[in-house]
């Protein structure tokens, strides 16, 4: 499911144009997705047919490490989107190794980087993970690879490139606990996946071969219920004139460039946007 939904989407649509005007109000496309052990990040934005990466071996087969493709949420571009979890649940098992909740249990980590996806490195292992991309298929070096061995998982706010393996956890800035971590998506990223990080230190991803129910249990899946967030206002809300609209987001594109989600020059972009857009046209 898809929404664009206020934080105010309870109220009439009229009152909600209005605090517009007073408040940068964010909007969010918001999606609840199941992601299994299985699920190979570094197999995001392959054509079908294309090998999910593995050292060992080929194919979307599942067989020989490589795993299944991950899980993709697809939603429109736009400079200064936020990515925030209100909700990560669930247990998966790397097929050895204790049972582990988002956040992975403590083992060092480092993933080699393959066909333009980025590799990895964590002081956990076994965490949910993410990976922007655009509509192109991943290709090249890739971005260079984050690496949290020395900073940690308890970030605030993590700023991202397309192609670039990063770490979610359960989208706190503790385990269970913290702030809700803020992921900066980049400008032009079209499509998140939600996936797995498993392979042999110091090699490229593979081994998710042996990736499933711990014994004893019958699930090995993570939920995750996120929403992608803009404080720019939608072009179809009750204005009653284009200028309404075009001054909503300009108070909008203020406020991110002070807070220094967009740039000087995305600001421009989305003014300039807005300006020729017809929103808020053909309304008395
Ligand atoms: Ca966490």
Known sequence: MVAQQGKTNMKPLLFLASTLLLHAATYASAETLTVYAKDNIFGAGRLPGDDTPSPSGPANSGANGGGVPPVVFSFTARPGQVLSFSSVTGHIWMGDGPESGPDGFDHDLNILSYEGIAGIRTPTTGYLAGVFLDDNVPAGMGPTPLDFSASGINFTVLELELGQVFFIGDGLSGTGSGAVQQFKV??????????????????????????????????????????????????????????????AVAKAVEQQLAEGLITQEQADELMSEAGQSDCGKNKK
């Open 186 to 247: 980049p400008a032009t990223a079209t499509r998140l996946f939600l996936g797995i990080v498993d392979g042999r230190n110091g090699q490229g991803p593979g081994a998710y071969d042996n990736n499933g129910p711990f014994p004893g249990s019958s699930d090995s899946t993570f939920t995750a219920s996120f929403a992608i967030t803009t404080a720019l206002p939608p072009c179809d809300g009750a204005w009653k004139n284009h200028g309404e609209y075009v001054s």
